[in-house]
């Protein structure tokens, strides 16, 4: 069974910080690079960054320096450290493969609110 579960997204502050965890079924997960994704209002949904199955890890220039991705494979659970948060980090984030299939299957994804 498919199965991404997003969580961790909250209200912050602008410099504050929040991590967010996605819990995905073996068959997504296993022996694959992962993904975090966000969309925020009226803008396309976006790669933020991705991590390979040995750990070796990308961002997009808006983060670099700021988040920070990392995962379990024993749990099959990969995370999102975000620290220092902007106002334009404000999105529905959602984690997933990379790269994306044709027609991806997504979890329910996690709110980050960056507002003082």
């Known amino acids: 069974q498919v199965q991404l579960v997003e969580s961790g997204g909250g209200l912050v502050q602008p410099g504050g910080s929040l991590r967010l965890s996605c819990a995905a079924s073996l068959s997504i997960f296993s022996r694959r690079s992962m993904g975090w994704y966000r969309q925020a209002p009226g803008k396309q949904r976006e790669l933020v960054a991705r991590i390979t199955s040995t750990m070796s890890a990308y961002y997009a220039d808006s983060v670099k320096g700021r988040f920070t991705i990392s995962r379990d494979n024993a749990k099959n659970t990969v995370y999102l450290q975000m620290n220092s948060l902007k106002p334009e980090d404000t999105a529905v984030y959602y984690c997933?493969?990379?790269?994306?299939?044709?027609?991806?299957?997504w979890g329910q994804g996690t709110q980050v609110t960056v507002s003082s």
């Open positions: 997933n493969v990379y790269p994306l299939g044709i027609g991806p299957y």
